[in-house]
């Protein structure tokens, strides 16, 4: 009898009290099991009624790692699939890259890493953990490529050499491409 008559349980009750009545607010839209607000009044206007978003899931990914045979520099290309994309010349995958800072879903967060994610609607969102070390932008050294046609997103993205070469490892410069025949 005491633990029910207590300031904690008191708390406890009247918080999940506050939670059903904002749940029996939410309506289920469609059967789809999507929740959004039921309008709160009979002004509402239609625009403001959020359509419900259907995921079709996470997209195929094949991840591979190389390394540049003139720098040496490492490299990761990552190939995404969208095969059920309906409208793929006017739907882009886009990319962006995240701290460990930002994101929430590994506790603590590492800064050794950083996230590169992709996103594509209706598809969910893909994040990959890279090293949080340089990204080479320089010419052709960071590279998105969007195929229409196969419904494949490519992106090819170079680490900055960190590492100082040794005076006897110095990697020479590539040969200069040879002469054009002259007719």
Known sequence: ??????KKHQAGLA???????????????????????????????????PQPRVRIGRPGYEVSKSRD??????????????PELDDAYQRQPR??????YEQRVEHPPNRNYQYLLVACEPYETVAFKIPNEPI????????????????????????????????GSVIPPPPPPPPLPVE
């Open 1 to 6: 009898l005491a633990h029910t008559q207590g």
């Open 69 to 82: 045979p003139v720098t040496n520099q490492r490299s990761l290309t990552f190939d995404l699939h969208y």
């Open 15 to 49: 918080k999940r009290a506050a939670m059903e009545k904002q749940k029996a607010k939410m309506t289920f839209g469609s059967g789809s099991g999507v929740c959004f607000p039921a309008p709160s009044s009979t002004t509402a206007s239609t625009t403001n009624i």
């Open 136 to 167: 080479d932008k320089g010419d052709g050294r960071f590279v998105t490529n969007w195929d229409g046609e196969e419904k494949r997103f490519t992106l090819t993205l170079y680490f900055v050499d960190t590492v100082p070469q040794q005076e």
């Open 95 to 100: 990319h962006r890259f995240m701290s460990a």
